[in-house]
């Protein structure tokens, strides 16, 4: 039996859990899931037995016995692609069976099984995308994003300070100018797309043994409520579930 685990690098998120039982939710994030050949995923009342992708703001329920679950960047490189291979569809079902690769070590880390299949399957390198490299054009938002993937290396920025007035004047643009530009580059404003890295910086701190409490703090969240009531509107889990769920084994 594999432990639950979660890997988290620019660009990418994946977790490999057990009794999976998120309420109706959406998020920024392109998802892929593959539930494992002899476990139940119930999507919306639909029974799946194959990996899917779900598109980014696509509200659903998910259930499932035990399995993987990638959260893809859409501005990056994956993400783009899998954005093709959805072709405007809110979901689509991978016509494959399982497939169990052995992981591939590259700069010291190793992918895990379910993205060595999802590149197998999309028919791209695997070296390229070790690093999910972000697709955006624009230096200055290349600059700021960069910065922002410090956290997902244990080093938490504390993002609540991060004002658009003040980032803004270090990109030498005119704050309603910032605005406008990260939105167009990325898709997503940036109250809430820093809102998403808070998040993901919560996970970070789990995975380091702080308490839900703590991870709030660092994330910088005003309190664990805070911290959980975003948390359930973006995973459909409150933060002490993801914290007993990603603590199991």
Request: charged share 15%; proline share 6%; hydrophobic share 45%.
């Amino acid at each position: 039996m594999i432990k639950p685990l979660v890997w988290i690098e620019p660009g990418i998120v994946i977790i490999y859990g057990y009794s999976l039982d998120a309420v109706p939710h959406h998020h920024h994030a392109i998802q892929v899931i593959f539930p494992k050949s002899d476990s139940l995923c119930l999507l919306d009342e639909q029974t799946v037995n194959q990996p899917l992708i779900i598109d980014a703001n696509i509200e659903h329920q998910l259930q499932m016995d035990e399995g993987w679950i990638l959260l893809i960047e859409p501005k990056s490189r994956l993400g783009e692609v899998l954005s093709l291979k959805l072709a405007g569809a809110p979901f689509l079902i991978f016509n494959m069976q399982e497939t169990v690769l052995p992981p591939l070590p590259i700069q010291g880390k190793k992918i895990p099984p379910p993205l060595n299949a999802l590149l197998q399957q999309l028919k791209l390198p695997q070296q390229d995308l070790f690093i999910n490299n972000s697709t955006v054009a624009d230096k200055r938002i290349q600059i700021l994003l960069t910065q922002l993937d410090q956290c997902l290396q244990g080093q938490c920025l504390k993002p609540i300070n991060w004002r658009a007035s003040e980032i803004a004047q270090q990109l030498a643009l005119s704050e309603s100018r910032f605005l406008h530009l990260f939105k167009e580059q990325l898709g997503i404003a940036w109250r809430p797309y820093l809102l998403w890295r808070r998040m993901i910086c919560a996970i970070q701190a789990i995975l380091n043994d702080s308490s839900a409490t703590d991870a709030a703090h660092l994330a910088g969240f005003s309190d664990s409520a805070h911290l959980s009531r975003t948390f359930k509107n973006n995973f459909g889990m409150s933060i002490r579930q993801a914290h007993i769920l990603l603590k199991k084994g």
